[in-house]
């Protein structure tokens, strides 16, 4: 078995104690997958794993064995950058730009959960099966990942903004 | 900070009273302030594609051969000594290689401790660091664990027996209180202010409030934990990757305290993932890089986030009183500020609450005097606006229930007391529009919608409320700040010098800037920073980066423009004029006033038959701050609603108003205001480090019950600006970074009080104070 990396295969880590998020940074040189608190309160280490958002420092490399991982390295289609990096650079949505590939990597997949209608607990009708992403909806679905810089107004335009191209 | 230092401080501000202005830095206004380009204009960020792409190396991301993982072992009492110490289980677990306690560390001084006689002295703390078997502070260090992985290092750690005798600590505020120390300054400031008879003012006033406020210990919890990677080459050569926002300085210090010459050491750190004064010189580095050398490996030490809140400090908790005595109209004619916050004796930083009441208004008579509350604890530091931003949530609620006493619209009775000089000091303000920003913010928020009686508006379960407060952030510029400038032939510049990118776009910002001082295109500069071998910047703090970095610029600019006169020659159209006479203006020297006399970098190197021409300066002292008052001021305005049923409150608008001089980027500059705005929501409303009082532990070190605010929390933010430049400041620009957190708070316990007329002194102002 093996971990696809986006899209490379490697071997799963001998020690079994070895999360994915420290697979990532200190045995691949992964390092834009960023470590803020090893405890799941941050979103910094957010990571795609078979396109669900994970955090990547509550799950074992080896739990994501045969499956595809995929790091703000390997979201844009080759060298340039994906729509929701262009609109983060676009809206300043980030300082320090620490917690910024976490933040990108669960929107983009959180964009997918909207589309397949999931509802959050913003939704008022939550049967229903096509979600409006409004501002407060971006907002609820968004709070995993925590920003010290204050970059949160940034991060939402960002993100509204490549929803409401992507709808159209 | 003693007697002689008010002496001395006060003798060079009286001296300065008589210097004629245009002596001074700043006597005449920059001249950039009249013909900028691309200072001011909206630029994205230089390093943002880099930062989206997660390409920006952080100080723990630093790939390097042979690398050793370590883990910090705590403390989990606050006084005594280690009296049992067992590593040997540690020791032969698999892959450990070192195993450093007091036993083994080599001897070393505590650095020297922040200071601002000595800008190279960054201690935040006089204990000893793994030196002996005393406990001093619960979380203290007591060993370094080092293997080969940190899953090694981590499980090692946990097999270290170590006993402890406990001793009595004093962990609680109020018991420590009676044994105060008073200190004779504050920073630069004298600490105790009298003037008048405030007290007799106060009782015999026609209006007056007088209350006890009350602030928590905070951190600042930067997303990015402080890590670094250290590398030895043999004995003598040492490389520090760290997350510092005090990179030369640091490189100084470490030089010292590890025997070395200044040349030996280098510390780099291009990027830090936030610091807002918590990513200083603190135990982890100095054991860390004592570890790597004994053990001839190079090492990576990434603190928990729990190993965060253990040792490096945060912000002091305060207990304030703030009295207002008014005549009839209005007028203050007494303004008393005191209290206490924590300084244990072996900390560097004091929290000085006062400091943003001298500033602010006039009055008749003033009070004010700080103590200093020795405890147990981790020594705090500075964070974020230290001082005003909780002197601002007592002083500003007190204006507010003032206004409210006297029946007086709350921004009316703040322009009633508008000062035209500095109320202390009667030196003149540099410039100053606080009116202004009260008046266009208060329009743009639409304060007339305001209810003078509280808890008049109501929406279903909600009551509705507004407020607003003010600040002020002293202006700084740092004395020492050096730059580099690099002009090639070409028509290229670099401009370096050690800075600090925390995120507040240094090095974005620092490129327009030198773009328009050279005369070049955007695109022909690059700015380098985040390296000690870069000459020297001073640390990132006190909101005063970006003015000292463009004094240093201002500075080389100007040696630049000399050397490039001599070098034209008698053969340039710029023949005979001497360096006061030019400018750098469109890729080259040109007469001032005369367009026709210009010549080209490119044509003045190559008849010199130079490739280069390298020029490095020093900024001029920064006399400005002494002779003028100069303070970034701000108006905050918020509407709220608190939940008559849960005590829940949600902040709908904050709208941030700010006089701070010239805007070098818009973009990068609203993100700073709503940046610090937004911590300040956190202060207001949901941040509070917890101690144990029994045991002097923080009982909720992690992300999950610190809570700082998130997405749902934040609401879209506005913000805006005077942008009048500043005449005695480069390029016309006061600090932006700690301005945007001062008088949130305030504005926001105002507006609970508009909502609800409940009036809570004590932050953070959570559901249970509102039920």
Same mark, same amino acid.
Not at chain 1, 66 to 85: M, N, S, Y
Not at chain 2, 711 to 738: C, F, K, N, Q, Y
């Given at each position: 078995?093996?971990?696809?990396? #986006?899209?490379?295969?490697?071997?799963?880590?001998?020690?079994?104690?070895?999360?994915?998020?420290?697979?990532?940074?200190?045995?691949?040189?992964?390092?834009?997958?960023?470590?803020?608190? #090893?405890?799941?309160?941050?979103?910094?280490?957010?990571?795609?794993?078979?396109?669900?958002?994970?955090?990547?420092?509550?799950?074992?490399?080896?739990?994501?064995?045969?499956?595809?991982?995929?790091?703000?390295?390997?979201?844009?289609? /080759?060298?340039?950058?994906?729509?929701?990096?262009?609109?983060?650079?676009?809206?300043?949505?980030?300082?320090?730009?620490?917690?910024?590939? /976490?933040?990108?990597?669960?929107?983009?997949?959180?964009?997918?959960?909207?589309?397949?209608?999931?509802?959050?607990?913003?939704?008022?009708?939550?049967?229903?099966?096509?979600?409006?992403?409004?501002?407060?909806?971006?907002?609820?679905?968004?709070?995993? #990942?925590?920003?010290?810089?204050?970059?949160? #107004?940034?991060?939402?335009?960002?993100?509204?903004?490549?929803?409401?191209?992507?709808?159209? | 900070?003693?007697?002689?230092?008010?002496?001395?401080?006060?003798?060079?501000?009286?001296?300065?009273?008589?210097?004629?202005?245009?002596?001074?830095?700043? $006597?005449?206004?920059?001249?950039?302030?009249?013909?900028?380009? %691309?200072?001011?204009?909206?630029?994205?960020?230089?390093?943002?594609?880099?930062?989206?792409?997660?390409? %920006?190396?952080?100080?723990?991301?630093?790939?390097? &051969?042979?690398?050793?993982?370590?883990?910090?072992?705590?403390?989990?009492?606050?006084?005594?000594?280690?009296?049992?110490?067992?590593?040997?289980?540690?020791?032969?677990?698999?892959?450990?290689?070192?195993?450093?306690?007091?036993?083994?560390?080599?001897?070393?001084?505590?650095?020297?401790?922040?200071?601002?006689?000595? @800008?190279?002295?960054?201690?935040?703390?006089?204990?000893?660091?793994?030196?002996?078997?005393?406990?001093?502070?619960?979380?203290?260090?007591?060993?370094?664990?080092?293997?080969?992985?940190?899953?090694?290092?981590?499980?090692?750690?946990?097999?270290?027996?170590?006993?402890?005798?406990?001793?009595?600590?004093?962990?609680?505020?109020?018991?420590?209180?009676?044994?105060?120390?008073?200190?004779?300054?504050?920073?630069?400031?004298?600490?105790?202010?009298?003037?008048?008879?405030?007290?007799?003012?106060?009782?015999?006033?026609?209006?007056?409030?007088?209350?006890?406020?009350?602030?928590?210990?905070?951190?600042?919890?930067?997303?990015?934990?402080?890590?670094?990677?250290?590398?030895?080459?043999?004995?003598?050569?040492?490389?520090?990757?760290?997350?510092?926002?005090?990179?030369?300085?640091?490189?100084?210090?470490?030089?010292?305290? @590890?025997?070395?010459?200044?040349?030996?050491?280098?510390?780099?750190?291009?990027?830090?993932?936030?610091?807002?004064?918590?990513?200083?010189?603190?135990?982890?580095?100095?054991?860390?890089?004592?570890?790597?050398?004994?053990?001839?490996?190079?090492?990576?030490?990434?603190?928990?986030?729990?190993?965060?809140?253990?040792?490096?400090?945060?912000?002091?908790?305060?207990?304030?009183?703030?009295?207002?005595?008014?005549?009839?109209?209005?007028?203050?004619?007494?303004?008393?500020?005191?209290?206490?916050?924590?300084?244990?004796?072996?900390?560097?930083?004091?929290?000085?609450?006062?400091? $943003?009441?001298?500033?602010?208004?006039?009055?008749?008579?003033?009070?004010?005097?700080?103590?200093?509350?020795?405890?147990?604890?981790?020594?705090?530091?500075?964070?974020?606006?230290? $001082?005003?931003?909780?002197?601002?949530?007592?002083?500003?609620?007190?204006?507010?229930?003032?206004?409210?006493?006297?029946?007086?619209?709350?921004?009316?009775?703040?322009?009633?007391?508008?000062? &035209?000089?500095?109320?202390?000091?009667? %030196?003149?303000?540099?410039?100053?529009?606080?009116?202004?920003?009260?008046?266009?913010?208060?329009?743009?928020?639409?304060?007339?919608?305001?209810?003078?009686?509280?808890?008049?508006?109501?929406?279903?379960?909600?009551?509705?409320?507004?407020?607003?407060?003010?600040?002020? @952030?002293?202006?700084?510029?740092?004395?020492? %700040?050096?730059?580099?400038?690099?002009?090639?032939?070409?028509?290229?510049?670099?401009?370096?010098?050690?800075?600090?990118?925390?995120?507040?776009?240094?090095?974005?910002?620092?490129?327009?800037?030198?773009?328009?001082?050279?005369?070049?295109?955007?695109?022909?500069?690059?700015?380098?920073? $985040?390296?000690?071998?870069?000459?020297?910047?001073?640390?990132?703090?006190?909101?005063?980066?970006?003015?000292?970095?463009?004094?240093?610029?201002?500075?080389?600019?100007?040696?630049?423009?000399?050397?490039?006169?001599?070098?034209?020659?008698?053969?340039?159209?710029?023949?005979?004029?001497?360096?006061?006479?030019?400018?750098?203006?469109?890729?080259?020297?040109?007469?001032?006033?005369?367009?026709?006399?210009?010549?080209?970098?490119?044509?003045?190197?190559?008849?010199?038959?130079?490739?280069?021409?390298?020029?490095?300066?020093?900024?001029?002292?920064?006399?400005?701050?002494?002779?003028?008052?100069?303070?970034?001021?701000?108006?905050?305005?918020?509407?709220?609603?608190?939940?008559?049923?849960?005590?829940?409150?949600?902040?709908?608008?904050?709208?941030?108003?700010?006089?701070?001089?010239?805007?070098?980027?818009?973009?990068?500059?609203?993100?700073?205001?709503?940046?610090?705005?937004?911590?300040?929501?956190?202060?207001?409303?949901?941040?509070?480090?917890?101690?144990?009082?029994?045991?002097?532990?923080?009982?909720?070190?992690?992300?999950?019950?610190?809570?700082?605010?998130?997405?749902?929390?934040?609401?879209?933010?506005?913000?805006?600006?005077?942008?009048?430049?500043?005449?005695?400041?480069?390029?016309?620009?006061?600090?932006?970074?700690?301005?945007?957190?001062?008088?949130?708070?305030?504005?926001?316990?105002?507006?609970?009080?508009?909502?609800?007329?409940?009036?809570?002194?004590?932050?953070?102002?959570?559901?249970?104070?509102?039920?």
């Amino acid at each position: 078995m093996a971990i696809r990396v #986006n899209g490379t295969e490697v071997d799963p880590p001998e020690d079994a104690r070895v999360s994915l998020l420290d697979l990532l940074r200190e045995r691949l040189q992964l390092t834009g997958t960023k470590v803020g608190c #090893n405890q799941g309160a941050c979103g910094a280490c957010t990571v795609l794993l078979d396109g669900n958002r994970v955090l990547s420092c509550l799950t074992l490399a080896v739990q994501a064995d045969g499956r595809e991982v995929t790091t703000i390295e390997g979201l844009a289609d /080759g060298d340039g950058l994906h729509p929701l990096q262009a609109a983060f650079i676009e809206h300043d949505g980030f300082q320090c730009g620490y917690c910024t590939p /976490g933040q990108i990597c669960a929107a983009s997949a959180m964009l997918r959960e909207v589309t397949e209608g999931v509802p959050s607990y913003v939704t008022a009708d939550l049967a229903e099966e096509h979600i409006t992403l409004s501002r407060e909806e971006i907002r609820e679905r968004m709070s995993g #990942n925590l920003c010290r810089c204050g970059a949160h #107004n940034g991060i939402i335009d960002a993100i509204l903004q490549v929803a409401t191209e992507k709808a159209a | 900070m003693s007697k002689v230092q008010n002496a001395v401080v006060g003798s060079v501000r009286t001296v300065l009273g008589w210097v004629p202005s245009q002596w001074l830095p700043g $006597g005449t206004p920059d001249p950039l302030i009249a013909r900028r380009a %691309a200072v001011g204009r909206q630029a994205s960020r230089l390093d943002g594609p880099l930062k989206v792409a997660g390409k %920006a190396r952080f100080a723990a991301e630093v790939a390097v &051969e042979r690398l050793t993982y370590a883990t910090l072992v705590h403390s989990p009492v606050a006084r005594g000594r280690i009296t049992h110490l067992d590593t040997s289980a540690a020791e032969s677990a698999p892959g450990v290689n070192l195993v450093l306690t007091y036993r083994n560390m080599p001897r070393i001084e505590s650095p020297a401790l922040i200071s601002l006689s000595d @800008f190279s002295a960054v201690g935040n703390s006089a204990l000893p660091i793994l030196q002996d078997a005393e406990i001093r502070y619960n979380g203290q260090v007591v060993a370094l664990v080092v293997a080969e992985t940190q899953e090694q290092a981590d499980h090692a750690a946990s097999l270290l027996v170590i006993g402890y005798a406990p001793t009595k600590p004093t962990t609680r505020f109020q018991d420590a209180q009676a044994e105060a120390r008073t200190p004779e300054s504050l920073l630069v400031e004298r600490n105790h202010v009298s003037v008048g008879r405030a007290e007799r003012e106060l009782a015999r006033a026609a209006h007056r409030v007088d209350n006890h406020y009350r602030t928590p210990w905070q951190n600042h919890s930067a997303i990015e934990l402080h890590a670094l990677t250290v590398i030895w080459d043999g004995e003598d050569s040492l490389t520090v990757h760290d997350a510092t926002q005090m990179i030369a300085p640091s490189a100084v210090v470490l030089a010292k305290l @590890f025997g070395l010459k200044k040349d030996q050491v280098r510390v780099l750190s291009p990027f830090v993932g936030g610091g807002f004064g918590g990513k200083g010189l603190w135990d982890h580095q100095i054991v860390a890089i004592a570890a790597a050398r004994l053990l001839g490996r190079p090492l990576r030490l990434m603190l928990t986030r729990e190993g965060v809140y253990r040792i490096i400090g945060g912000r002091s908790p305060t207990e304030q009183r703030v009295a207002i005595g008014a005549d009839g109209d209005g007028r203050f004619t007494a303004l008393i500020h005191s209290g206490h916050s924590v300084m244990p004796t072996y900390g560097a930083c004091p929290e000085p609450f006062t400091l $943003g009441s001298r500033a602010l208004y006039r009055a008749g008579s003033f009070e004010m005097l700080q103590h200093h509350v020795d405890l147990d604890v981790v020594p705090n530091t500075f964070m974020r606006a230290p $001082g005003e931003a909780i002197g601002s949530f007592a002083l500003e609620s007190a204006v507010d229930e003032l206004a409210h006493e006297m029946g007086i619209d709350p921004i009316d009775l703040r322009l009633r007391n508008e000062p &035209e000089r500095h109320p202390i000091s009667g %030196a003149p303000f540099s410039q100053h529009a606080r009116r202004q920003a009260f008046t266009d913010g208060a329009k743009r928020f639409g304060w007339e919608r305001r209810q003078r009686e509280p808890g008049a508006r109501r929406e279903g379960e909600w009551r509705l409320g507004l407020g607003c407060a003010t600040g002020s @952030f002293p202006y700084a510029r740092m004395p020492g %700040a050096s730059a580099r400038i690099t002009l090639r032939r070409d028509g290229a510049a670099v401009v370096a010098c050690s800075a600090q990118e925390m995120g507040m776009g240094t090095a974005t910002v620092q490129t327009q800037h030198a773009a328009d001082r050279l005369g070049l295109p955007v695109s022909a500069v690059v700015f380098k920073l $985040g390296d000690s071998a870069l000459p020297a910047a001073p640390m990132a703090g006190g909101s005063s980066q970006t003015a000292s970095v463009a004094g240093a610029i201002i500075a080389a600019a100007a040696k630049l423009t000399g050397e490039l006169v001599r070098l034209a020659g008698n053969d340039s159209p710029i023949a005979g004029l001497r360096a006061g006479e030019v400018h750098l203006v469109d890729g080259g020297v040109g007469a001032i006033g005369d367009a026709a006399r210009h010549e080209e970098y490119r044509s003045i190197l190559a008849r010199a038959g130079r490739e280069e021409i390298t020029v490095t300066a020093t900024g001029s002292p920064p006399l400005e701050m002494l002779k003028y008052a100069m303070h970034s001021t701000s108006a905050i305005f918020c509407e709220l609603r608190v939940s008559d049923a849960t005590g829940e409150i949600r902040v709908d608008r904050l709208l941030g108003s700010f006089d701070c001089g010239t805007i070098l980027n818009p973009q990068t500059a609203a993100s700073q205001f709503k940046g610090g705005m937004i911590m300040g929501l956190g202060l207001a409303l949901t941040e509070e480090t917890l101690f144990d009082e029994r045991s002097g532990r923080i009982m909720n070190p992690s992300l999950a019950d610190y809570h700082i605010p998130v997405h749902l929390d934040v609401p879209e933010i506005e913000v805006m600006w005077t942008g009048i430049p500043d005449p005695r400041s480069p390029l016309g620009a006061r600090g932006i970074g700690e301005i945007g957190i001062t008088g949130v708070a305030a504005a926001v316990a105002n507006a609970v009080f508009n909502a609800t007329g409940r009036r809570v002194r004590e932050l953070p102002i959570t559901l249970d104070k509102l039920l």
